[in-house]
């Protein structure tokens, strides 16, 4: 990344390969990066079903 760039890295712990990988990048550049690992087992897209505040949480990232 940028100096002028960020990245969030999110996954559901019960997604071990996604959340491995997430934590993986983030040690790579953890001052441009956020992580946050959720519980449950969802993938992709399906983190919008079950964290009802994800899209708001995006736009507010996107918007610092």
Excluded: C, M
Excluded at 16 to 36: H, M, R
Excluded at 42 to 47: F, M, Q
């Amino acid at each position: 990344l940028g100096t002028d760039q960020k990245a969030w890295l999110l996954a559901a712990r019960g997604d071990e390969y996604s959340a491995q990988s997430v934590a993986v990048l983030q040690k790579i550049n953890p001052a441009s990066s956020k992580l946050t690992i959720y519980e449950g087992t969802d993938h992709g897209t399906d983190l919008f079903k079950s964290q009802s505040g994800l899209i708001s949480d995006i736009v507010k990232f996107l918007s610092e």
